[in-house]
Nanobody, 125 residues
C-alpha cells in the first residue's frame, strides 16, 4: 500500500520561504505516476497547488502560486518537494501530498488515490 509522509511545515513570516518534503513508500510506479501538493485552509475547500508528472518531469501550478512555488522530485530518495518562496498570509493552510495514476498532471483532487496526513504551514508576523 502506498504511504506518503510529509514534513517541513512550520511558522514563517510573510516574505519568507519553506521547503516541504513528501516521501513515498510501498508504491508501484504507475500508482504514483503523478504526485501533487494540495492545501486546505480552515473553512475553505481543498485546493490543488502543484503537480509533477514523474515520467516526464512536467509540472503544473495553480495561478495563485505561479512564480513563487516550485515542485520537484528526487527519485533516488523517493521524494518530492515543494519549495515555497515569497510566502503570504493567504498561503496559510494544511498542505497535503497526493499520488495517483494521473498521466500528465492534474490539480483535481478526485483524481488522486493516495494522501498523506498533511503538514501545517502558517505565514504570520
Amino acid at each position: 500500500e502506498v504511504q506518503l509522509v510529509e514534513s517541513g511545515g512550520g511558522l514563517v513570516q510573510p516574505g519568507g520561504s519553506l521547503r516541504l518534503s513528501c516521501v513515498r513508500s510501498g508504491y508501484t510506479y504507475s500508482s504514483t505516476a503523478t504526485m501533487a501538493w494540495f492545501r486546505q485552509a480552515p473553512g475553505k475547500e481543498r485546493e490543488g497547488v502543484a503537480a509533477i508528472y514523474r515520467a516526464a518531469g512536467s509540472t503544473v501550478y495553480a495561478d495563485s502560486v505561479k512564480g513563487r512555488f516550485t515542485i520537484s522530485q528526487d527519485n533516488a530518495k523517493n521524494t518530492i518537494y515543494l519549495q515555497m518562496n515569497s510566502l503570504k498570509p493567504d498561503d496559510t493552510a494544511m498542505y497535503y501530498c497526493a499520488a495517483g495514476r494521473v498521466y500528465g498532471g492534474s490539480l483535481q483532487s478526485d483524481r488522486y488515490d493516495y494522501w498523506g496526513q498533511g503538514t501545517q504551514v502558517t505565514v504570520s508576523s
